[in-house]
């Protein structure tokens, strides 16, 4: 009994809601300005099968959203909808002075043929004074990023598509410091969303900034500040020149402060090399005196204004430097020059190609270019391994000597005055055949002076045979 019962019921309400019309409205969403009486016209449409008579309880939403309206109407507010047909209903809001730029969801009740219903009116309130309705954008930034906002405009003549000018830049102290003109589209109802970016300069200083935003619609003007924060950062940048050479040059080093705060010079320092600080010529600094210590090259000025320029340089000339190298040469060869106590020079005397053979006559001329006598002479001339026979010629008689297939011949000599001179004459003797040249190497003379013994040797020679 109670089953059946149910099914009735369910039968029943299944019956009652099919008759009653399905009503869709559209559209649904509005932004009004405060204090001035907005109508908009809302389509009715019946989706039903059924005559829908409606009747719309405008009082209703007055009493709940009395708060932001004074007063709610629609014109007609009671009508008849045939199946698949539309009606165009005008409905009327006043508000009462209060601003809410979110969405307010309005339910509109009514009554469909004795059953209640409603629908929901999305409207949001905006203000009438300024057609800029709000900016936004970060509460602070560095200056070298660009500044991305948003502008919210209200477009409360309702034109669609109006190009609006529009003016917007930064104030600091009084003063502008970034300003730029443009347009904005205006391609919606009630609130459209602009966004703007506004190039800063990378040394603004620190600081509060006013933004603003200002334009002109339908005889209009209208313009909204805000405060922005430019944010301090630090940044040095350093570029390094040269043009040294053999001979010397010039070298620099510039640092640059590419922040929006004033830096310390105390790292503003340019590295002087041990042999450039030896042969500087000069030293400068664009900013301040320059200051040389422990082999680095500075500046006497404290800091490094934002934007600002710091070049260091200094020029050297190595010129000295190859002066002292000469000198020093020059000193060394003439010591070693008076230094040379006792000479000795080899040349060949004569050749002559006897029999298929070679003679060779070869003298060693030994002089003591000292001051002072040299005692204890010894002269020995290695002699090339491709002789075949050595002789001694003149008054002084040498004594030949053979060690591991190599001959030599030695003279013994007894003191040697200053500006004395001997001469020392042998003769070698080679076959032609393997003879095209013979290398004479260098002869060595062996001496003693002022209790210390000493070695000099000749000059070599080549001689080619033909």
Do not use: C
């Amino acid at each position: 009994m109670e089953r059946l019962l149910t099914v009735a019921l369910l039968l029943a309400l299944f019956a009652s809601v099919s008759a009653v019309s399905a009503i869709q409205v559209s559209p649904t969403s509005f932004t009004i300005p405060s204090n001035v009486p907005s109508s908009f016209n809302i389509s009715f449409y019946n989706n039903g099968n059924t005559t829908a008579n409606i009747t719309l309880n405008t009082a209703y939403a007055k009493i709940i959203y009395g708060y932001f309206f004074s007063n709610i109407a629609a014109n007609p507010q009671t009508f008849a909808l045939a199946p698949f047909s539309s009606k165009i209903i005008k409905f009327s809001f006043n508000p009462s002075g209060s601003v809410s730029s979110l969405p307010i969801a309005m339910n509109i009740s009514y009554s469909d043929n004795g059953h209640l219903g409603y629908f929901i009116l999305s409207v949001s309130i905006v203000p009438t004074q300024n057609i800029i309705y709000s900016v936004s954008h970060s509460a602070s930034i560095y200056p070298y990023k660009p500044l991305d906002f948003n502008v919210s405009m209200v477009n409360v003549p309702g034109q669609i598509g109006a190009i609006l000018p529009i003016h917007y830049g930064l104030y600091y102290g009084g003063s502008s410091v970034a300003k730029i003109s443009s347009t904005a589209t205006l391609s919606a109802l009630g609130i459209n969303i602009i966004p703007l970016s506004l190039v800063l300069n990378s040394s603004l200083a620190p600081g509060n900034y006013t933004l603003y935003v200002s334009t002109t619609y339908a005889g209009q003007s209208s313009s909204f500040n805000t405060t922005v924060a430019i944010l301090p950062y630090y940044s040095m940048q350093e570029t390094t020149e040269s043009s040294i050479g053999i001979f010397g040059g010039t070298k620099s080093e510039t640092f640059t402060n590419d922040g929006n705060e004033k830096i310390s010079t105390e790292n503003t320092s340019m590295s002087v090399g041990g042999l450039d600080s030896l042969f500087l010529t000069s030293k400068s600094a664009s900013i301040g005196s320059p200051v040389m210590a422990s082999s680095a090259l500075s500046t006497s000025a404290s800091y490094l204004l934002p934007g600002q320029s710091l070049t260091l340089s200094y020029s050297v000339s190595y010129i000295p430097l190859y002066l002292i190298i000469a000198v020093i040469i020059f000193a060394v060869a003439v010591f070693l020059y008076l230094n040379r106590k006792v000479v000795i020079s080899k040349e060949v005397v004569e050749h002559k190609v006897v029999g298929g053979f070679v003679d060779v006559k070869i003298a060693l001329k030994i002089r003591n270019v000292s001051r002072k006598a040299v005692t204890s002479l010894s002269v020995v001339d290695a002699v090339p391994p491709n002789a075949l026979k050595i002789s001694s010629v003149g008054p002084k008689e040498g004594r030949i000597t053979k060690s591991a297939g190599s001959m030599a011949i030695k003279w013994s000599e007894g003191d040697l005055q200053p500006n004395d001179e001997i001469m020392l004459v042998y003769e070698m003797k080679s076959k032609l055949g393997i003879v095209g040249s013979i290398n004479l190497g260098k002869a060595e003379v062996s001496f003693t002076s002022e209790d210390k013994r000493y070695r000099r040797r000749s000059n070599s020679l080549v001689l080619n045979i033909k």
